[in-house]
């Protein structure tokens, strides 16, 4: 066996074993982890960034470098400042941990196929913008990486089962962004619809619903350390303007959303999480909704997506009142929907949920044994460890990709609706619009070359 070939399998045997060991998914005990919780550096799980912006910075990056099971070896950003400080922020947290107080063991580069031609990596974590998620996905499960990639999963549907094939093909673990799989006070929730703990569920209620434009804008000069080029990536070439991007320091989630080259909009960005709750409650995993109704010919203000049996699923804004919505009975009180969350009204009830361990019903006894409020990135970490246990297993994660390609082809679905501005008839089995050919063709876009997924 050469001898990369049996350092891997060696690595594999001993994360099995690790995994087998773990008590919980997101938690691997000292004795597993070694003396003083510590891993062996050998035996750790190896990891590149791609992508150190928001997200990926402060989200991912400054919490793995935490994980004794994991030891993150490069980074990678289009932008020189956010590579350079991701390299230091690596840097500085290692060598906390190290007697000597010092560390230089992290690579930084500007393009991801040179990451990912490295063969000390096991595992990549991905949080560029949705236009680059598919192609580095895919890039990344054939280069023989396991896979966080941020949400959405992609910019277009087909790039999500684009996604979902390399993935199997090669054998790869792939974990979504989708992180609310791993909170509590969702898993009540879903748990006590899937029970019929409301009856028959009617209607459910989800927020944020803005969707992306066509836009031009004029052409600025390029930051030094900003490689254009490859920040639009697959994206059709457009010339820098600094709203899609400001160099350096992110402040800002998804800057460039707003412009359909690049995203869906909140749609997509924000929403997503709270179609992948309504499609873990209703058991749609595999599925989705069957018709979609935008505002030009529905009755709601914003969209309504239908689904088998009836069920429908309202997009609302902020606030609601009875001019514009039918209020569940015992409602009065409450006039918004939580962020990221949703009601669902049921015949005997409705259930109102979102993050932090919120979680409100009529009657009030269904969720009186539910979760305290606690910190969101609670979760979160949960969902990243979740992740490397999945890694040493080998089974599939808490939001495996083909889970969160079908949540996030349910934001795709509603963007298609409101730039066709027409209601559309959705097969979820063939993943196809029934006879509507322009809304087929806006399932695809067209990748700049040399991408691909």
């Not at 490295?118 to 990549?124: I, S």
């Not at 974590?125 to 990486?145: D, F, S, Y």
């Not at 509590?184 to 409301?198: D, H, K, N, Q, S």
């Not at 889970?403 to 196809?432: E, F, M, N, Y």
Request: hydrophobic share 40%; net charge positive; glycine share 10%.
């Amino acid at each position: 066996m050469p001898r990369r070939d049996r350092r891997g399998a060696n690595r594999r045997a001993f994360l099995r074993k690790l995994g087998a060991l773990a008590v919980t998914p997101w938690f691997v005990p000292a004795a597993a982890l070694g003396r003083d919780g510590h891993v062996a550096p050998s035996q750790r799980i190896t990891l590149g960034f791609i992508g150190v912006g928001f997200m990926g910075q402060r989200h991912h990056l400054s919490r793995f470098v935490e994980y004794p099971e994991a030891q993150v070896l490069a980074v990678c950003d289009v932008d020189r400042w956010r590579r350079e400080h991701a390299q230091g922020t690596v840097e500085t947290a290692y060598a906390a941990q190290r007697t000597a107080g010092r560390y230089r063991g992290c690579a930084a580069y500007n393009d991801l196929r040179e990451l990912l031609a490295r063969e000390d990596l096991d595992a990549v974590v991905i949080a560029t913008g949705e236009r680059w998620h598919g192609p580095a996905t895919v890039l990344a499960a054939e280069a023989g990486k396991d896979i966080f990639v941020e949400k959405p999963t992609s910019l277009t549907i087909d790039e999500s089962l684009a996604m979902v094939q390399a993935v199997r093909r090669c054998g790869r673990v792939c974990q979504t962004g989708l992180y609310q799989r791993s909170a509590e006070e969702f898993r009540v929730a879903c748990r006590l619809v899937r029970e019929g703990a409301l009856g028959k569920i009617e209607r459910i209620y989800v927020i944020m619903s803005g969707t992306s434009s066509e836009v031009e804008l004029p052409a600025e000069p390029v930051p030094d350390g900003l490689d254009w080029d490859l920040w639009l990536g697959p994206a059709p070439w457009r010339p820098f303007n600094k709203r899609f991007h400001q160099y350096g320091e992110s402040k800002g989630v998804v800057p460039w959303s707003f412009c359909r080259d690049f995203g869906g909009g909140a749609l997509t960005s924000n929403t997503v999480h709270a179609f992948d709750v309504v499609q873990w409650a209703l058991g749609m995993d595999e599925s989705g909704p069957v018709e979609i109704v935008p505002a030009e010919t529905g009755l709601f203000p914003d969209l309504t997506f239908t689904y088998p049996g009836g069920v429908l699923v309202h997009v609302v804004d902020q606030r609601l009142d009875a001019s514009r919505h039918v209020i569940p009975k015992g409602w009065d009180e409450l006039t918004s929907i939580q962020n990221f969350g949703g009601v669902f009204v049921g015949e005997r009830g409705w259930l109102h949920v979102g993050r932090s361990g919120y979680l409100t019903s009529n009657p009030p006894e269904l969720v009186a044994d539910g979760p305290s409020p606690y910190d969101r990135f609670v979760a979160l970490r949960r969902h990243q460890r979740n992740w490397l246990e999945a890694i040493r297993t080998r089974r599939r994660p808490s939001c495996d990709v083909a889970v969160g390609c079908q949540s996030t082809i349910v934001a795709h679905l509603g963007c298609i609706a409101r730039w066709t501005g027409r209601s559309l008839k959705w097969d979820p089995t063939g993943q196809q619009f029934l006879g509507d050919e322009e809304a087929n063709r806006l399932r695809r876009r067209a990748l700049r070359q040399p991408w691909r997924v």
